[in-house]
Nanobody, 115 residues
Framework: QVQVVESGGGLAQPGGSLRLSCTAS????????MAWHRQVPGKVRELVAE??????NYGDSVKGRFTISRESAGNTVYLQMNSLKPEDTAAYLCHAHGFRQGNYWGQGTQVTVSS
């Protein structure tokens, strides 16, 4: 059974940094797409960054500040978040998609940016 678990959230000051980690365990097959989304209550879930095959995409609001990376083997992905802003405050959710495995979401990790 596949489980997706995020970690690394917390409180940061504006201009600060945080690094999120996500591991999708329980699959011997590499997921084709791993992505970070974020959710604010009352708002539409937003794509933050994704690694789709060998391509990387970022949401417009985080370009130049956030970096997504993935371990060369396995199903672990990271999100390095720099120059954080109060509007980055959200629950960050990891999504894993594979053509053979299907879609899986983590429970999310809270990021709060405040002075």
């Amino acid at each position: 059974q596949v489980q997706v678990v995020e970690s690394g959230g917390g409180l940061a000051q504006p201009g600060g940094s945080l690094r999120l980690s996500c591991t999708a365990s329980g699959s011997t097959v590499r997921f084709y797409n791993m992505a970070w989304h974020r959710q604010v209550p009352g708002k539409v879930r937003e794509l933050v960054a994704e690694i789709r095959g060998d391509k990387i995409n970022y949401g417009d609001s985080v370009k130049g500040r956030f970096t997504i990376s993935r371990e060369s083997a396995g199903n672990t992905v990271y999100l390095q978040m720099n120059s954080l802003k109060p509007e980055d405050t959200a629950a960050y959710l990891c999504h894993a998609h594979g053509f053979r495995q299907g879609n899986y979401w983590g429970q999310g990790t809270q990021v709060t940016v405040s002075s």
